[in-house]
């Protein structure tokens, strides 16, 4: 019965969101920074109406690239709560009901990874987003796992910063259940189904989201990026509690 009734007001909700973006259209094209903040708006609604928490720890970036861990589709409402930014996502995303729309119309960037071609582009579009006043984010664990572990970072996608001595702000999720159940129920990973495991996280009883940022770095090779950020990021997941924003 919760499930049914979050998955009503979370329909209600993503219809609402996407007709104030087609007023705002009417008023005019949308700047790249101004689809970010409309991403930013849509998701804080959509925590609020469905009753999820979410803290913040550490100053969001204004710009430069962000990378995070990976646990679930969960991650793109929260981390556009916390800070108005540009997605990286898998090309799949595209093709989804609805959330194809509003991921396009919110500015992400798509990637086929099992091209190199397509990492090249997405690269380029990296670079060129860096002097906007917006971040872009990607999981450069390349999937989502289920928290028990890191997975190993791709570099290819931190060379742009690199050449453009961009920041680098490493940055951190993590959900905590209610009644005391593991993170990884939560997680989605693996061959899991979205659709059945969107029905299971909107049954849970409740849960919370911690986000945590860490400094932003300027470093000299994208090797070096990617091991210093794998290793800071760990380091914010294991943190104490987080202060509610």
């Not at 991650?75 to 989804?96: G, H, R, Y």
Request: hydrophobic fraction near 50%; charge should be positive.
């Amino acid at each position: 019965m919760r499930a049914c009734r979050r998955a009503v007001t979370l329909a209600f909700t993503l219809m609402m969101c996407m007709v104030r973006l087609a007023f705002a259209r009417l008023r005019g094209p949308l700047t790249l920074v101004g689809r970010a903040y409309w991403v930013q708006s849509s998701s804080r609604s959509i925590l609020a109406r469905l009753g999820i928490e979410y803290t913040v720890e550490g100053v969001p970036p204004s710009s430069g690239l962000v990378v995070a861990n990976h646990l679930s589709y969960l991650d793109i409402l929260i981390f556009s709560a916390a800070v108005p930014c540009f997605f990286v996502a898998k090309a799949e995303i595209a093709n989804w009901p609805f959330f194809g729309i509003a991921t396009r119309s919110g500015g992400t960037i798509y990637i086929d990874r099992s091209s190199r071609a397509s990492a090249n582009k997405v690269a380029a579009v990296i670079a060129e987003r860096l002097d906007l006043p917006v971040p872009i984010l990607f999981f450069p664990e390349g999937t989502s796992s289920d928290g028990s572990s890191l997975l190993r970072f791709h570099t290819r996608l931190f060379e742009p910063a690199v050449r453009a001595k961009a920041p680098v702000t490493a940055a951190a999720v993590r959900y905590i259940l209610q009644d005391g159940t593991p993170e990884r129920e939560l997680c989605w990973f693996g061959d899991a189904p979205f659709l059945p495991h969107l029905w299971k996280a909107l049954g849970v009883a409740g849960f919370s989201a911690a986000v945590r940022f860490g400094e932003p770095q300027i470093y000299p090779d994208r090797r070096a990026a990617a091991e210093q950020t794998h290793a800071e990021i760990l380091e914010l997941r294991t943190g104490n509690a987080l202060v509610l924003l």
